[in-house]
């Protein structure tokens, strides 16, 4: 009788513990058929808490796994009157996903409980994602046009071909753009964060460059515009308006010839305008 109470004990905290787990890691898997193809893709991908990885691959599906991480978001508060109470988590992640084609969408519908997501597309896809809190972004190994936000997280774009718009607000941007679409203009972009970006050297643009709390580094041979830094003057005061004069803080000029608009702009960190190895 005593060893059989001590079985049925052991089961219940196997039980116990086995609960636990699926609460602490919860992942969901997800593929997804495209309606052609034989075209392009195009991934939208938004989180509101946890990060995003994307892979390219030589398939035809879209396949998502999204990842509960099992813990709340830092700041959470637990609410009055639960002292001594024990929270019943909710490792659902809430996974959402629309295809219409060629279009594929993917949301969670977690908030305070980071969710990442890691999502395997054709190397030809475009992208747009964003992140709000608690992750990074990264992409490795895509053909597209890419556009990415992230609020409080890094973003590192690897391998990449075609064209980026990347915005980091609180963390660095990382790129290396193997190929370049012909025409498309870029931007790489944070607020506090260092900008480290690489491209191949025949690379033809024209850059726009500014960090207020940084420097600017290049191994690029860039032909630098010093027209840039002349005054812009707007007199409206004939049209019941003011008289300004405004000189631009970021500093201008022309790689191989010069070419589309390509903007690296920071406020605190450091900006970096690597040029590829020659093959």
Same mark, same amino acid.
């Given at each position: ?8 004990? @052991? ?20 593929? !997804?058929?495209?309606?052609? +193809? ?14 995003? #990885? ?9 396949? !998502?796994?999204?990842?509960?991480r099992g813990a709340r978001s830092s700041g959470h508060r637990s609410a009055p009157g639960t002292e001594g109470m024990k929270r019943i ?8 996903? #629309? ?7 993917? /949301? ?64 660095? !941007? ?13 931007? @790489? ?8 970006? #690489?491209? +191949? ?18 191994? @690029?041979? !860039? ?7 002349? +005054?812009?003057? /707007? ?25 589309? /608009?390509?903007? @690296?702009? #920071? ?13």
């Amino acid at each position: 009788m005593k060893r059989k109470l001590l079985c049925c004990t @052991f089961a219940v905290v196997f039980l116990g513990a086995s609960i636990a787990a699926a609460q602490e890691a919860r992942l969901d898997k997800i593929t !997804v058929t495209l309606s052609d +193809p034989s075209r392009p893709a195009s991934v939208r991908a938004h989180v509101l808490s946890g990060g995003i #990885t994307v892979r390219g691959y030589d398939g035809k599906d879209v396949i !998502v796994q999204s990842v509960y991480r099992g813990a709340r978001s830092s700041g959470h508060r637990s609410a009055p009157g639960t002292e001594g109470m024990k929270r019943i988590d909710n490792p659902n992640t809430g996974l959402e996903i #629309t295809e219409e084609n060629n279009v594929v969408n993917i /949301e969670t519908g977690a908030f305070n409980r980071p969710v990442d997501l890691e999502i395997q597309v054709p190397r030809r896809t475009s992208l747009n994602l964003k992140s709000v809190n608690d992750g990074d972004i990264q992409v490795e190994n895509v053909q597209g046009e890419i556009e990415v936000q992230d609020l409080n997280g890094r973003v590192k774009l690897l391998g990449i071909s075609g064209s980026a718009v990347v915005h980091a607000l609180n963390g660095e !941007v990382t790129a290396v753009l193997t190929d370049i679409s012909p025409g498309k203009p870029m931007s @790489f972009s944070s607020m506090n964060g260092t900008i480290d970006v #690489t491209f +191949p050297p025949t690379l033809k643009a024209n850059v726009v460059m500014q960090s207020q709390n940084g420097d600017i580094y290049t191994d @690029f041979d !860039v032909k630098m515009d010093a027209r840039a830094s002349d +005054p812009v003057i /707007e007199d409206a005061r004939g049209k019941g308006g003011k008289y300004k004069v405004r000189i631009d803080k970021a500093v201008r000029g022309t790689i191989n010839g010069g070419g589309p /608009e390509i903007m @690296f702009k #920071t406020f605190n960190g450091d900006i970096f305008i690597r040029k590829a190895s020659a093959k």
